[in-house]
């Protein structure tokens, strides 16, 4: 690649583009990347340095406008699968990666929980990382061989076109329900973001869309080559029965019906598999090829991850959202276990409109709730609980700010038969207070208390 951003990545003979952003400047980095062997710099201001420069308006633009230009036509022989939408971005694509690769694909997963390909796994700093990042992922797919890569597109990465020089040959929406409003201010904004998915899909992609969504006909609207799933989508939802661990999904298509048994639960999961099936589907591969993998996928890692315990069962997911709060709680209710228990708590400096729905969400669906900190960051862990509560009509909750200590309390709680949500972080293993993270896995304290049992 020969760009960079960051001085202390630069390698001899790359341009350092210096930008300034909200927290950290890159003007102040030029002497290192110079140091580092930079040949070239690329500033947004008249600067002094011992190599040539280059003076733009706008960095990210130069940046965007040159990855574009010498590397897009590079990468564009990869089949690229974009999935947008609030919730189970990152399931429906880590389901399509499995199916892929269970199909004989040379695939990877670019998303949430990292980059996955063949047998290599990198962690990554956001959902869609920033547009150098990913063209260097896309570019390191290609160069070990991948010939299809599978991606979450959150409404950020459309909103600053991290994604720009795509082109997908199939798109995928999940759903669109509250979330980032303290980024888009509006729903209206939100969708807006959303839809321009649509916008990198190739002339003859696909758009699969989730019809029984209320966003849905925006999609379709905007797009001539769609395939859609639901109770009365072209993958259409006959019937199904789940336990905490497995699915058995009735569904039709094309004038025939079809049975498929497979390891994950809950009725949220059945769009996130059917999107997977169509996307699969819509790449070229036959529905009982795809059926017949389809027993051996699993969640991703902090998705309904799931765990029994003294003959009960605690269930590990992403939830940080009122829609996926609800969605989860009201799964879990179909399987009617003896009680349900919710561990839950919101983000500090992020949207906290959202902070007294979940806590009024989580309180009427649950039996019992322990409200507890995730991610407080530089907010004050009391103010945020008590936006929490304000939206709470009940009394049938407790709030232990450490979380560790309410992971161990509803561990302990738990009887034959009942349920443990342990919401909001899912894969993350780690707590932001202020701006440092403290190492803290909901799984490892999981696994820890099973071995004391």
């Known amino acids: 690649m020969k760009y960079e951003i960051d001085s202390r990545k630069v390698k001899p003979g790359q341009t350092f583009i210096a930008i300034k952003g909200h927290t950290v400047d890159g003007h102040d980095y030029i002497a290192e990347a110079i140091k580092n062997g930079a040949s070239k710099i690329v500033a947004e201001k008249e600067v002094t340095a011992s190599v040539p420069v280059e003076v733009v308006s706008s960095g990210e633009e130069y940046l965007k406008t040159h990855l574009v230009a010498e590397y897009s036509p590079i990468l564009a022989d990869l089949t690229i699968v974009g999935i947008t939408g609030t919730n189970g971005k990152t399931t429906t694509c880590y389901l399509t990666y499995q199916l892929l690769k269970n199909l004989g694909v040379k695939v990877a997963y670019l998303g949430t929980i990292g980059f996955y390909y063949l047998d290599e796994k990198q962690e990554l700093p956001n959902t869609t990382p920033n547009i150098l990042t990913l063209y260097n992922l896309l570019l390191e797919a290609k160069k070990k061989g991948c010939t299809h890569v599978i991606m979450e597109v959150s409404s950020h990465s459309l909103y600053y076109e991290r994604i720009a020089g795509l082109k997908f040959q199939v798109a995928g929406f999940t759903n669109l329900t509250e979330d980032h409003l303290d980024f888009h201010k509006t729903m209206a904004n939100y969708l807006k973001e959303k839809l321009k998915i649509v916008n990198y899909l190739k002339q003859d992609g696909t758009l699969v869309v989730n019809h029984d969504d209320a966003a849905a006909e925006s999609f379709l609207a905007l797009w001539h080559h769609n395939l859609t799933l639901g109770e009365n989508g072209d993958f259409k939802i006959l019937n199904y029965t789940f336990n905490p661990a497995r699915t058995t999904l009735n569904f039709a298509f094309q004038n025939k019906n079809y049975q498929i048994t497979y390891n994950l639960t809950s009725n949220f999961n059945i769009y996130n598999y059917l999107t997977a099936v169509a996307v699969t589907y819509a790449l070229g591969f036959d529905l009982e090829s795809i059926l017949k993998v389809s027993s051996v996928i699993k969640a991703p890692v902090g998705r309904c991850e799931t765990y029994e315990v003294k003959d009960a069962y605690a269930i590990i997911d992403y939830a ?61 862990p009391k103010a945020i609980m008590t936006d929490i509560l304000n939206g709470v009509k009940t009394n049938n909750y407790q709030v232990i700010y450490d979380r560790k200590e309410a992971i161990k309390t509803g561990l302990e709680r738990l009887k034959k038969g009942e349920v443990l949500l342990i919401l909001g972080k899912g894969h993350e293993d780690y707590q932001i207070i202020g701006h440092e993270k403290h190492h803290l896995s909901d799984k490892e304290e999981v696994l820890n208390y099973i071995k004391t049992k």
């Open 320 to 380: 940080h959202t009122p829609d996926a709060v609800e969605k989860i709680i009201k799964a879990y209710q179909q399987i009617k276990p003896a009680k349900i228990i919710t561990i839950i708590g919101c983000g500090g400096d992020r949207d906290p409109l959202k902070r007294p729905i979940m806590g009024n969400i989580a309180t009427t669906l649950s039996d019992e709730v322990i409200f507890t900190n995730d991610n407080p960051r530089t907010e004050d």
